[in-house]
């Protein structure tokens, strides 16, 4: 397969992912090839896992839990392992940044920035290993000693998607081997390489063979046979609602522990007190982010009625400055559409709006870039939506913002919590005030007043509603992978 020339000399043949399982590279007798959104050639070919491969992953990760290979080094230990890791993450942005980029279609620079925030949570994720404590209760009479310890879960399948591929992973994996679980991980079919490149380096930082398995391969087996075997003990998933809730129910047979990271339909709140040109600024950000395809993607604002008007003008102003084009051109913004299914589908919920009565002030349609594919997107903003639209309800993931209006908090906050999703919320106002009632009242994993989408390893990530169970990142993050048991010593006076 020859690359064109834009793309042939970063990368000068087709990269080959196998299967990780018990330390052993394995291939396939089938390929699952990736194409890149934006470049239409094949970049990566992935063997593609079955119930076999999938099987022997979950017997080597049970194995390497259960004889201790990990699970019973000092935490010491395992940080030690977990720092070397991000050093070689470090060590290799660019080739990982390179892959991120062509299979999933986001630009150059965020791929970089999301190579290197991934290293920052592996050390986040190590210096939490050393902070796994339990409790001691020695008031219980004079000859009783109870403890409450925590000790790894176990065996954790994780299962990541296509449009943070590195990042997710870096949510999930780090913590779970702090807590000292074992891994068998899947990522996404369409973004398979950069967790493969991961698993090149875990045997370099002296991570033990079977600690983490890596299984290639569509959700339909590989995923499904993750969420039900009874020797793992805990799924962990980011990826849509729909397939969350498939795996939680087959979970449920083996009562598994579930945590998800799941969709999200996010709000931002803008009252005519803002500081106008920074709330714009967000919003633009928010929406076009990742091209939309984002869990945290602001795709909906609500605007005081009052102000509609002009700050819809700020916004398509400052959209009409974003660069969209080539990912590996450093001066992209936004990048492609990841499949073009779903460049088709972002299309339908822009179509659907507007034969609904809805206004596309800005965008709609496919985006012409010279040279490169029809995966592109045109930045879109619609007006007029109203809240029993789809393109008002559902996850559209694309460059298409959702303008509503509102006239008091009270109807805002109705607006907001009318949803299924409860990922993230925003409000901009300088009143302190309207902002802690809207912070107290919305019903959001997340909240930003006169700011979006700062996060940091410090603080959780996760959703209410039907965005999600459970929480990532900061000391609650490693809280997920322990289970807590109750240890009491009676009769210790003799
Ligand atoms: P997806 O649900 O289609 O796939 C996610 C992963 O699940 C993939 O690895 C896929 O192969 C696997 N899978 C598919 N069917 C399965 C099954 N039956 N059993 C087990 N695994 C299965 O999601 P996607 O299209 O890759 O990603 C986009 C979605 O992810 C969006 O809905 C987005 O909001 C969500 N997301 C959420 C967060 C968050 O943290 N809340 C972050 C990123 C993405």
Request: aromatic share 6%.
């Amino acid at each position: 397969m020859t690359l064109i020339s834009s793309i042939g000399a970063a990368l000068p043949q087709v990269r080959e992912n196998r299967h990780l399982i018990g330390g052993s590279w394995i291939a396939g007798a089938e390929w699952i090839e990736r194409t890149s959104p934006s470049h239409g050639v094949v970049v990566s070919r992935s063997a593609r896992g079955g119930e076999a491969e999938v099987t022997a992953a979950i017997a080597a990760a049970r194995q390497a839990f259960d004889d201790g290979r990990w699970s019973q080094l000092s935490a010491k230990a395992r940080a030690a392992a977990l720092l070397r890791v991000a050093d070689l993450i470090e060590a290799r942005v660019e080739p990982l940044a390179l892959m991120e980029t062509l299979e999933s279609g986001k630009p150059i620079t965020q791929s970089r920035g999301e190579i290197s925030g991934a290293a920052d949570l592996w050390r986040y994720a190590a210096a939490l290993s050393r902070t796994v404590e339990g409790d001691s209760h020695n008031g219980l009479g004079p000859d009783i000693l109870a403890q409450v310890v925590k000790d790894p879960i176990g065996v954790v399948s994780i299962i990541t998607p296509w449009n943070f591929p590195f990042w997710i992973l870096g949510q999930k994996l780090p913590f779970a081997l702090a807590a000292g679980c074992t891994c068998v991980v899947k990522p996404s079919e369409m973004t398979s390489s950069t967790t493969v490149m991961l698993g090149e380096m875990l045997a370099e930082a002296g991570v033990p063979d079977g600690v983490v398995n890596i299984v290639l391969g569509h959700g339909e087996p590989v995923g499904a046979v993750m969420a039900a075997h009874p020797d793992v003990d805990m799924v962990t998933f980011t990826g849509s609602t729909g397939v969350g809730r498939r795996i939680a129910r087959t979970a449920a047979d083996t009562l598994k522990k579930v945590a998800l990271e799941l969709g999200g339909k996010n709000p931002q709140v803008i009252f005519p007190d803002a500081d106008l040109d920074s709330a714009a600024d967000a919003v633009v950000f928010g929406v076009f982010f990742n091209v939309g395809q984002c869990c945290n993607s602001g795709s909906r604002i609500l605007v005081h009625a009052d102000i509609a008007q002009d700050f819809v003008a700020r916004v398509v102003a400052l959209t009409r400055k974003v660069t969209f084009g080539d990912p590996l051109d450093p001066a992209t913004q936004v990048g492609a559409i990841v499949t073009p299914e779903h460049a088709a589908r972002i299309d339908g919920y822009v179509a659907a709006a507007r034969a609904e009565g809805a206004e596309v002030v800005l965008g709609g349609g496919v985006l012409e870039v010279p040279g490169l594919g029809r995966q592109f997107y045109r930045p879109t903003v619609v007006c007029g939506v109203t809240p029993e639209m789809a393109i008002a309800r559902d996850e559209v993931f694309g460059p298409v913002l959702s303008v509503l209006t509102f006239r008091t908090l009270d109807e805002a906050l109705a607006l907001v919590n009318d949803a299924d999703y409860g990922l993230s919320a925003g409000v901009w106002s300088e009143n302190v005030h309207t902002c802690l009632t809207f912070a107290r009242r919305a019903q959001a994993g997340t909240v930003w007043t006169n700011t979006w989408m700062d996060g940091f390893p410090e603080v959780t990530f996760g959703g209410v509603k039907q965005s999600g169970l459970g929480r990532e990142g900061s000391h609650h993050g490693i809280d997920d992978y322990v289970e807590i048991k109750y240890l009491c010593l009676g009769d210790i006076l003799k």
